[in-house]
């Protein structure tokens, strides 16, 4: 039996292990004939189009395309995602052009850092491309003075009346510290990128500095794009026979009459990209949040409970791999806990207002970017305040109600009351009270049935008064 189990053990491990060294030969001497692999960018540059486009750039060269064209048409994304995606392209065996198309799209922002990093950069008419100044929380910064250059001589002129420090200085920006720093550092990945590919370093930092744009046909006189292409047929034919350098090598392709194979997105980046959305994400925190709290109210319940547990893991997923401000993590969390606590606290409404503005300021700034499409819908941000004050105002009106109604249980609803005495007594008897019977004490006599008025209680013995014979009733 062990002989058997380690032979099945053995056959397992070399079709796991041998197959695909057979198959490796085969599928790179087919895919390197005349195969090209196109990939479509038609969104924000986040984590699901990173994952899609370092996939496939991957794909590539294990199956042995000879080319990689990115069909892209973006306003830009994530810093973090976009440098992934660089550094892929700079890896590659494989050749990559990026092809801003189809007419009227865009390579804007971090668009246009992949296109200067990419091998060939082709445009389609009527297209264009620049506006990579970098943007954060605070929106996009002012633009950094003009870069002072020769053609730049009118900008300079402008700009000389308003100088009324030495030039030393730094610039009168609002954080200007921090936003010097981001540009700068923008501005040497992108110049390098630029020598790296021998395209215009000067005007790829004037787009970083200065936000400029330019349309297809301008780019490429101005050497920021290598071709101007109608479509992909005219793409690879005008390409067919250029020379580029590859890593340490020098290669011609070879482009005309490739076949196309298209990249679909599968699954799991379908999966990444909804709950990646910024407005997804934060809807799954909620649910995951208030899905618990159902459950801590009403335990045994499970279907909120598991239900918020599964949003609650995939929301912090997704705040895992988004460019998150933990302080307006941390005030999310603080405002939910003071809406919970004003339930049980009687502060007439104080903490769950403040609950309320915690949470609201907290879902402002909580995605830490003002990059378009990573940021959560104001109007869905101003919903839930909305919701969240109606609520709030209702358990105030429903305590403040319940406040102003009369005891109706307890010694409160006992001390005051009306009964009947059961006996005859002088000192201790019983009494009925309604459908009760208690032992109670008076100073005076007391006749069955007459009507008597608890005035105090200690403990199960009540403290009664005789009523008057003309209050008897």
């Known amino acids: 039996m062990r002989s058997f189990a380690f032979a099945l053990l053995v056959l397992t491990g070399i079709a796991v292990v041998g197959v695909p060294s057979a198959e490796e030969p085969a599928a790179t001497a087919t895919a390197g004939g005349r195969t090209a692999l196109i990939m479509r960018l038609n969104d924000a540059i986040g984590p699901a189009t990173s994952h899609f486009l370092t996939k496939g750039i991957r794909r590539a060269a294990e199956d042995g395309h000879s080319l990689v064209i990115i ?6 994304g994530l810093d973090a995602s976009t440098r992934d995606i660089i550094k892929e392209i700079l890896a590659s065996p494989v050749p990559v052009v990026t092809y801003v198309s189809p007419n009227g799209a865009r390579a804007a922002s971090a668009g246009l850092y992949i296109l200067y990093a990419s091998h060939v950069a082709a445009m389609a008419p009527a297209t264009n491309t620049g506006s990579a100044t970098p943007v954060s929380i605070g929106g996009q910064p002012e633009p950094a003075p003009p870069i002072d250059r020769k053609d730049d001589k009118d900008d300079a002129r402008e700009a000389k009346p308003e100088k009324a420090e030495p030039e030393t200085d730094p610039p009168p920006v609002p954080g200007s510290a921090m936003e010097r720093k981001v540009i700068n550092d923008s501005v040497a990945y992108i110049r390098s990128l630029a020598e790296l590919r021998g395209r215009n370093a000067d005007w790829a930092e004037k787009a970083v500095r200065e936000g400029v744009n330019l349309q297809a046909s301008a ?40 076949e196309l194979v298209r990249q679909e997105t599968d699954w799991r980046t379908e999966l990444l990209s909804v709950i990646t959305n910024p407005t997804v994400a934060y809807g799954l925190l909620l649910i995951g949040l208030y899905g618990l709290l159902l459950e801590g109210y009403n335990p045994g319940a499970v279907l909120p409970g598991v239900t918020g547990a599964i949003c609650l893991l995939l929301g912090l997923f997704a705040l895992q791999v988004l460019p998150v401000n933990y302080a307006g993590l941390a005030l999310m969390g603080l405002g939910v806990l003071l809406v919970i606590a004003e339930a049980f606290v009687p502060s007439f409404g104080t903490l769950g207002l403040g609950g309320l503005i915690a949470f609201v300021i907290g879902s402002i700034i909580l995605f830490d970017t003002d990059v378009p499409g990573f940021k959560v819908a104001i109007p869905l941000i101003a919903g839930i305040a909305v919701a969240g004050g109606l609520i709030l105002v209702g358990i105030v009106w429903i305590f403040s109600r ?3 109604r009369p005891v109706v249980t307890g010694a409160e609803q006992i001390v005051g009351s009306i009964g009947e005495a059961d006996e005859n007594f002088s000192g201790r008897g019983r009494v009925r009270l309604g459908s009760e019977y208690w032992n109670a004490i008076s100073r ?13 209680m200690d403990g199960l013995l009540l403290n009664i008064e005789p009523l008057p014979e003309n209050a008897q009733g």
């Not at 069909?71 to 830009?76: A, I």
């Not at 290598?226 to 793409?235: E, S």
């Not at 006749?447 to 008597?452: E, I, L």
């Open 219 to 258: 780019a490429l006189r101005q050497n920021v794009i290598d071709v101007l292409a109608t479509d992909v047929a005219d793409l690879l034919a005008k390409i067919d026979g250029r020379k580029l350098k590859l890593g340490a090598n020098d290669l011609t392709l070879a482009t005309r009459n490739l």
């Open 71 to 76: 069909e892209m048409d973006t306003p830009g």
């Open 444 to 456: 005076v006599p007391v006749r069955a049935g007459q009507k008597v008025r608890v005035v105090s």
């Open 402 to 404: 319940a406040r102003r």
